[in-house]
């Protein structure tokens, strides 16, 4: 049995997918973090984000890992492990940008499908329920309104020390999300069998439990 999760920026996916998966003891996949690892190479590597062929090029010739770790899921680029590095502001930036382009896509689509062949997954993502795992049995669309969404992201950050602007990234937030609902390639989309499930006034509990219950 596998369970997609999708759902805009800051609705709560990978804390809840995460979750999930720790009650059920399925494997979390958090593919998110696999466009970011790509955006983080570019940069990285100096790549020109805005050149589709160098970006497809860069990826068609990496590895990318996700692995399980104590205190959470890692991701690795060709061996080297970036978790902590693709978090920021820029990278989230870069992120919406390859995921874009339809090669990048395409061979996103590949690795994630291998990644739940085996079954068993929570899948976190955009567009997983209609394009990843069509057969998923449970599937989510978790939203929350652009405001609490960016207090959420908000938080984050002060947590993490940094002094972030929430003006600022409520306006990249609903650039993203424009981003990712307008593209050609597998943009943002409630699947029609998705349950919906607005998270703005609800606990993370609450959303965790009304999840479990409909995977039960
Ligand atoms: O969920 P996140 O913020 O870590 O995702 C980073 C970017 O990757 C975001 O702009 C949307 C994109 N993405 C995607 O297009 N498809 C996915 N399945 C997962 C993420």
Redesign the pocket.
Known sequence: MNIAIDGP?GAG?STVAQRVAASLQFVYVD???M??ALAWAVIHNSVDVLDQKAVSALLQNAQIELKRMQDGQHVFWNGEDITHHIRTQEV?NY??VV?SYPDVRNRMLTLQREMAHQGNVVMD????GTHVLPDARVKIFLTASIEERARRRYGDLIAKGETPDLELLQKEIAE?DQR?KERKSAPLRKAEDAVLLDTTSMSLDEVVINILALCR
């Open positions: 920026a996916k593919t998110g973090a466009y970011r989230s992120a919406s995921a993502g955009r567009d997983i993203r990712d």
